[in-house]
């Protein structure tokens, strides 16, 4: 065991990791936001809907998802999404355990990387003031890296590459079926999901080879 870390992850090359539900508490503001959007235009839509929108990047999702936003500009509708953003409302927070994990890999030697379908801006902030730990990751891949995100196996194949790991050597966390998918399709050795949003079922059934509670169950003291 090493540096009080689950022998699972000590037993990889590198970690990456989703940001979104996976690190930080933000899905409920994020989910609130499109709701709110989603009100102000009107749209009476099925709460099924919005998980459509979880883990990925709200452009790709308005692009492929019939709904009453076909025909307008993808990054128009996202613009309009965050203005409904309430993080007083909904205050952004680490998930439990989360920033000590990443203090522990480094301290292991084990390069991080974030895999987010966010942008550079908001994971900047993510890590570096929610979290305190940006100088624990080796690379951030936000979705200025890769022309198409999760669940496209594109943005974790950046993440592998970007560490000079094959995929097949790291592990990678994460809350929603299309990161799995992303992960899995890439390649990676080990897919945790993090069951923070989406039930355990749903994230093996996803195609996770494990699922913990949060970050805090892969920490031993």
Known sequence: MSAGLDAALTSRRAAMLDLDGTLVDSEPANQAAYRSYFMARGWDLDPEVLREFAGRRGAEVFAQLPGPWTGEDTTTLVEGVLTHLDHDTHPL???????????????????VALVTSAGRAWAEHAVGDVLGVRDHFAALITAEVTATGKPDPAPYLAGAETLGVAPADAVALEDTVPGLRSALDAGVGLVVGVATGASPQSLLAGGAHRVVAGPAELLRS
């Open 93 to 111: 927070r680490p998930l439990p355990g989360a920033a000590e994990l990443i203090r522990r890999l480094h301290a292991a030697g084990i390069p």
